[in-house]
């Protein structure tokens, strides 16, 4: 098993835990989020590991299909409060688009295998995929309003796959909600109690696929989402931008982390 560490890809004795994992087997390249400390959050560290196996399985002829999954209970919290709110986050929004893009470029499927909750910037991973399942005990929830945000950059991946009248309802509420629902309204490809025999069909086919008829059908289904990126994504990166350096945002994520009822909540 590749281990992918940090954004200088060491492997020795002195570099911190890996957050990112990776593992090989019949033409399917598994990246697995381990980040258990903060709910597999986009911290930079994470998204250096992610866009480093991301490349390493591009460039790996033997390599079919991408699927991303998780360790614990949370596929993905989103954006690394603690990082936004100590200003340590480098590349910010235009460091998740590009995280975004890379997944919708990548010349190889990548399928999200989702047991656990998935919230904000998370979302916006399933979106990037081109297949996603989740299982039972997977949740969902757009969580960005409630923390004076909106689901700006994501909104790229998302809003040309799902159905409208949801994301009008899910963008403002944050509620959450399960997967049926998720498959419902096009966040997720299919909800199956056992995730794992849900996806088996999905693996099989995608190793039967050959590297340039996968590449090219990929591009065929993706071609609307990069249209969005190509447009929106300066914009989109700056409105985030700006909301997270905002009084309110910054009220809203201190009390997430304090576990405290915000100064606008009724």
């Not at 033409?27 to 994470?46: E, F, Y």
């Not at 399928?111 to 997977?138: E, N």
């Amino acid at each position: 098993m590749t281990e992918v560490t940090d954004d200088r890809g060491r492997g020795a004795a002195d570099s911190p835990e890996p957050l990112v994992r990776v593992a090989y087997e019949r033409g399917i390249t598994t990246v697995t989020l381990d980040s258990p400390h903060n709910r597999n959050a986009l911290s930079a560290r994470l998204v250096a590991g992610l866009h480093q196996a991301l490349a390493d399985a591009a460039a790996d002829d033997a390599t079919r299909a991408v699927v991303l999954t998780h360790t614990g209970n949370t596929f993905c919290a989103g954006a690394d409060l603690s990082e936004a709110t100590s200003g340590a986050a480098k590349d910010g929004p235009l460091g998740l688009a590009r995280l975004l893009r890379a997944l919708v470029e990548l010349p190889k499927p990548v399928v999200a295998r989702v047991t656990g909750h998935a919230r904000a910037g998370g979302l916006g991973l399933l979106g990037a995929c081109d297949i996603a399942a989740a299982g039972p005990d997977a949740t969902f929830a757009f969580t960005e309003a409630r923390l004076g945000l909106a689901p700006a950059v994501i909104s790229m991946p998302l809003l040309p796959r799902l159905d409208a009248r949801a994301a009008g309802r899910y963008y403002l509420t944050g509620e959450r909600f399960g997967p049926a629902e998720a498959a419902r309204i096009g966040l997720v490809t299919l909800a199956a109690d056992d995730v794992d025999a849900g996806l088996a069909p999905v693996v099989e086919g995608l190793r039967k696929g050959s590297p340039q008829g996968l590449a090219e059908s990929k591009k065929l289904v993706t071609a609307g989402v990069l249209a969005a990126f190509d447009r929106d994504t300066d914009a989109l990166a700056e409105q985030s931008a700006r909301l997270f350096g905002s009084a309110e945002a910054r009220e809203g994520m201190t009390a997430f982390l304090e576990r405290r009822a915000p100064a606008w909540a009724r």
